[in-house]
């Protein structure tokens, strides 16, 4: 098992930022690939963005690219993710997963370990 606790969710304006932090409980958190995940209410679990073991390469949806960066302290056992322009569509609650493969996946069965999310609401 992996625990993995986020934080960082709130209420902001649209046009506003946010910055959410996973972090890991253990030694392994540096060999995992780490990704974000979020599922706003009515809607099916939506890939964010993922990040390889060691912060190299990155991969983001569509939705978010230009405006929200992953990153990682493998020292700290932390995976982040720094949300600008924030619109109202990103209202979700937002999960960190690890995934024990090697390769960046967009899949949500890919990943073995998730957090138990934190909400992030966008308001007009």
């Known amino acids: 098992q992996v625990p993995l606790v986020e934080s960082g969710g709130g209420l902001v304006q649209a046009g506003g930022s946010l910055r959410l932090s996973c972090a890991a409980s253990?030694?392994?958190?540096?060999?995992?690939?780490m990704g974000w995940f979020r599922q706003a209410p009515g809607k099916e679990r939506e890939f964010v963005t993922a990040?390889?073991?060691?912060?190299?390469?990155?991969y983001y949806a569509d939705s978010v690219k230009g405006r929200f960066t992953i990153s990682r302290d493998n020292a700290k056992s932390t995976l982040y993710l720094q949300m600008n322009s924030l619109k109202p569509e990103d209202t979700a609650i937002y999960h960190c997963?690890?995934?024990?493969?090697?390769?960046?996946?967009?899949?949500?069965?890919?990943?073995?370990?998730w957090g138990q999310g934190t909400q992030v609401t966008v308001s007009s």
């Open positions: 997963a690890a995934d024990t493969g090697a390769r960046l996946s967009d899949y949500a069965g890919d990943y073995d370990y």
């Open positions: 253990g030694r392994n958190f540096y060999r995992y690939v």
């Open positions: 990040i390889s073991s060691s912060g190299g390469n990155t």
